[in-house]
């Protein structure tokens, strides 16, 4: 049976570790008991599983995710932050604590060695990396199974779209992983208290990419040439994007099954697929 976990205090922690929330990392502590038990029930955690943390902080969430996983390895890019992190998780043999920045390091290796079933990520992270995250541990050598987010409440919401709304963080988070938006968390329950409200998502790792064996760059380069002109017709945005000719880029989209009119924000993982598999038509 868990065990009951007493609020962290969060302002005499920092006090008497001489810290303050660094803006410039994006740094809002979760303090709300509650939204952080949430966080973790996302994860679904057991006995058996690993836990890859991104941006710990001081541990709030580490404590939850220690006691119902196997392990958990916590990586912390900001290095004032370790002596406190370390006097919270004394009591939880089963925390590693990494001090680095998770985009570069390889995700894979630091779950060597762990569970049969795979390792899941929880993380709370900032908008300026979000997009750069995501990509880099759907993109590990071995995938996380699961990956629980806390972020900004409108980027949540746009990682969720569907046709007629997408965008290209939406494609290249759905390109790899189903997406649900989980839950909730207001302003109040950080410390400091940001800006907007937070979401927390779920992506579950599909069994393979959307675009299968298509190489991913070939994929992702279509995908960014279709959204650098926001709002404008494919034929415009892919022409420049792709510096080819509007009538090769009519004659791609017309032998993909897309109105050259379209606008990249209404198209489906699908045409998205079908457009990048025919890139060498009329080039």
Known sequence: MSQTIEPLPIVDLLRRHSLRARKSLGQNFLVDEGALARIAAAAALTAADDVLEIGPGLGSLTRHLAQAARRVVAVELDQTLLPALSDVLAPYANVQVVHGDILDLDPAALMQGGAASGYKVVANIPYYITSAVIRHLLEATVRPTV????????????????????????????????????????????????DVDSAVVRLTALAQPVFGDLNADRFFRVVKAGFSQKRKQLRNALGSGMSRPAQSVDAWLTHAGIDPKRRAETLSLEEWVRLAQGLDVSA
């Not at 972020?151 to 939406?170: G, K, N, Y």
């Not at 494609?171 to 950080?190: M, T």
Request: aromatic share 4%; charged share 20%.
């Open 147 to 194: 990956v629980v987010l806390t972020i900004q409440r409108e980027v949540a919401e746009r990682l969720c779209a569907t046709p007629d709304d997408m965008s290209l963080l939406a494609v290249s988070v759905q390109a790899y992983a189903r997406v649900e938006l989980v839950g909730r968390i207001a302003a109040g329950a950080f410390h400091p208290r940001p």
